[in-house]
Nanobody, 124 residues
Framework: QLQASGGGLVQAGGSLRLSCAVSGRTFSSYGMGWFRQAPGEEREFVAA????????DYADSVKGRFTISRVNAINTVWLQMNSLKPEDTAVYYC???????????????????WGRGTLVTVSS
């Protein structure tokens, strides 16, 4: 089970920190990712982190503004979002890779567990 939280309403230029708590004892063996879906749009990749936390990947649109991190001891992955823009408005989802000890992935099909999304709204 994955539970995302931390969304809300923020002004452009502001910051939010999303959390994804994962139940189960295998969290530390799987890469994790954040995706988002804006109204009327397809779900898109935002950021990913490897199972060790040693590798990360970001969509070009968020690189330099967002940071993904994880602490395996508490089964949690975060997405720190700074310098938010109205175009960041979306429902954000965390996902768990389907491959044990896999690398980071930008592809939705490589994730087999998803949490309920958390809505981020950035006002101009």
């Amino acid at each position: 089970q994955l539970q995302a939280s931390g969304g809300g309403l923020v002004q452009a230029g502001g910051s939010l920190r999303l959390s994804c708590a994962v139940s189960g004892r295998t969290f530390s063996s799987y890469g994790m990712g954040w995706f988002r879906q804006a109204p009327g749009e397809e779900r898109e990749f935002v950021a990913a982190i490897s199972w060790t936390g040693g590798s990360t990947d970001y969509a070009d649109s968020v690189k330099g503004r967002f940071t993904i991190s994880r602490v395996n001891a508490i089964n949690t992955v975060w997405l720190q979002m700074n310098s938010l823009k109205p175009e960041d408005t979306a429902v954000y989802y965390c996902g768990k890779r389907s491959t044990i000890r896999g690398t980071t992935s930008r592809f939705e099909n490589n994730y087999d567990s998803w949490g309920r999304g958390t809505l981020v709204t950035v006002s101009s």
